[in-house]
């Protein structure tokens, strides 16, 4: 499991909270809101951003990332995730490989819903062996 101060996860919870509210999900329904801590202390906040053309569609943790870098930072330390049901809302695959370019194996991943974080997570154990910068370093 990563570690967070209790103190940031509230702070990840509810910014990742207030984000869900505006997810635009009118295809699926399905409302998600993330939030990326950045070292330098800073959270940003995404949603799921879904298209009419459905490929097209944006995860929630790809809008906080695009947040974060557009804001000057790309050191992610802590991330909450918030979802719905009774299965845990997981990054999926290719969010998990957005945020490890800016995150490291130590990078808490809190995951939650409605009621609060259900399960924290160490990134490392959600993306191991990544392909990453260092193979393209040449
Ligand atoms: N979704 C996210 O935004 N993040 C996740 O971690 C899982 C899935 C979104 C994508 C789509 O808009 C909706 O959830 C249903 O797949």
């Known amino acids: 499991m990563g570690r967070t101060a209790g ?3 509230e702070a990840l919870f509810a ?3 207030a ?3 505006h997810a635009y999900a009118p295809y699926s329904g399905f409302r ?3 939030a990326v801590m950045s070292a330098s202390g800073r959270l940003f906040a995404g949603a799921n951003v ?3 053309s459905y490929p097209a569609g944006l995860c929630a943790e790809a809008v906080a990332i695009g947040a974060m870098v557009a804001a000057g930072d790309t050191r992610i330390t802590a991330v909450a995730v918030v979802g719905e ?5 997981m990054p999926c695959g290719v969010c998990r490989q957005r945020l490890s370019e800016f995150a490291g194996p130590d990078t808490s991943v809190h995951v939650g819903d409605r009621g609060g974080v259900r399960q924290s997570f160490r ?3 959600l993306l191991p062996f990544a392909f990453g ?3 393209l370093a040449r």
């Open 7 to 9: 103190s940031d996860v």
């Open 15 to 17: 910014t990742a909270s």
């Open 19 to 21: 984000a869900r509210a």
């Open 32 to 34: 998600v809101g993330a």
């Open 50 to 52: 879904e298209n009419a």
């Open 85 to 89: 049901g009774a299965a845990l809302t």
């Open 123 to 125: 990134f490392g154990d």
């Open 133 to 135: 910068p260092s193979n």
